[in-house]
């Protein structure tokens, strides 16, 4: 029987080594998985390369594997957001290194990575300095930059539901990176309000394939 | 082919490669001899098998009144969706396919080499319409390649050769080749052969087939019985 389901968050991300590329879900605060980032914390790994949308804000999300000294890099396309303090902070001083990306260049670099292309041409950056030393070409008398595949070794994730395949669901915005990152990850992590038997879920209606995914938290009843 | 050999039936081939699946693998089946495999998959082993058109969970086919053609697999056969099975789009799917989502294929071949090589898309004749369909992703995709066919062909003609004379869907990425006489690994530099069907010896399939085979150092199991 395949049950996806492990027994804590901690559990859920024991294996993530020094160095790992970890894919972490959310969109400024929607969708981030507090939970995992906490086991994370907990299980101690370091130098990691971290790609999200954001650098943190506050003391929240990745904010907090920042404030730990866990970070060695950031790929993100928006670190200066609502009190991104603790980036802006290590980044002025040098300890964290940034790789900043254009918002939908990096859903489609994951979305490369998770479906096994190299890479993909966009003309998002073309001509600017986000795009020096990148390959550029012309398709049909407009500048495209090639913007390699991105993949991770692990993802954390949030979602709504989900069943003991790893189908989801998610909850209105808090969608956004989650189905992609758990795309692109060798082992993708969700933290999950609930877990319905398998069947319960609408068949048309999940959003994110349990074959895209490989653990799954569930927080209902935990604290 | 000769006489005194005695070539497994198509239901016996599917069944073995059944046997070869582990529980709760995601697992893609091709048209024709590789749709009989899901036959003979175990409900325990909860197999997830996805179809190139968007459904990652089919049950088996349906007949008569339960058939609805708007749930159907890529061979054009009405299926049930199993518990916990849904659907994806055709990007989501082949995302399964080329990004390393799949752990097993299964495909029809029309001839392979010893060094794992496909043919399964063009029979190369001049008036022939090259389908390629999903093949060229699902063996570049997928972390197995299990292919099926018979031996030998019509005339006679050898399927598992030195090199394909047929157009290749993929090279190198056959792992396991099933056969109504014999199942071959094609992960090393030589065929090792794994069974053999009744009266059939490796010499004599060497000799037949032109190419040199091993047994397998596990010793050879008894085929189709």
Sequence with gaps: ?223 | MKSDWSPVSRERIAERVARDVPAGSVVNLGIGMPELVGNHFSPQHEIIVHTENGIVGSGPTVIGALQDFDLINAGRKAVRLAVGGHFVDHVDSFAIVRGGHLDITILGAFQVSASGDLANWSTGDRDAMPSPGGAMDLVVGARQVFAMMNLFGKNGEARLVERCTLPLSGARVVTRLYTDLAVFDLSGAVPVVLDLAAGVSVEALSYRLGISLQASASGISAYGS
């Design chain 1, 1 to 223: 029987m395949i049950d996806k389901v492990c027994a804590s968050a901690f559990e859920a991300v024991r294996d993530v080594h020094d160095g790992a590329t970890v894919l972490v879900g959310g969109f400024s605060g929607a969708g981030v998985p507090e939970a995992l980032i906490t086991a994370l914390l907990e299980q101690g790994a370091a130098d990691l390369t971290l790609v999200h949308n954001n650098a943190g804000n506050a003391e929240l999300g990745v904010a907090r594997l920042l404030a730990a000294g866990r970070v060695k890099k950031v790929i993100c396309s928006f670190p200066r957001s609502w009190e991104s303090h603790v980036f802006e902070g290590l980044y002025r001083e040098g300890k964290v290194e940034l790789e900043c990306v254009p918002q939908g260049t990096l859903a489609e670099r994951l979305r490369a990575g998770g479906s096994g292309l190299g890479g993909i041409y966009t003309p998002a950056g073309y001509g600017t300095e986000l795009a020096e030393g990148k390959e550029e070409r012309m398709i049909d008398g407009r500048g495209y930059v090639f913007e390699k595949a991105l993949k991770g070794d692990f993802s954390l994730v949030k979602a709504r539901r989900a069943d003991r395949w790893g189908n989801l669901q998610y909850r209105m915005t808090a969608r956004n990176f989650g189905p992609v990152m758990c795309m692109a990850a060798r082992t993708a992590i969700v933290e999950v309000d609930e877990v319905l038997p398998l069947g319960l879920l609408d068949p048309e209606g999940i959003v994110t394939s349990g074959v895209f995914v490989q653990r799954i938290v569930n927080m209902k009843g935990a604290s």
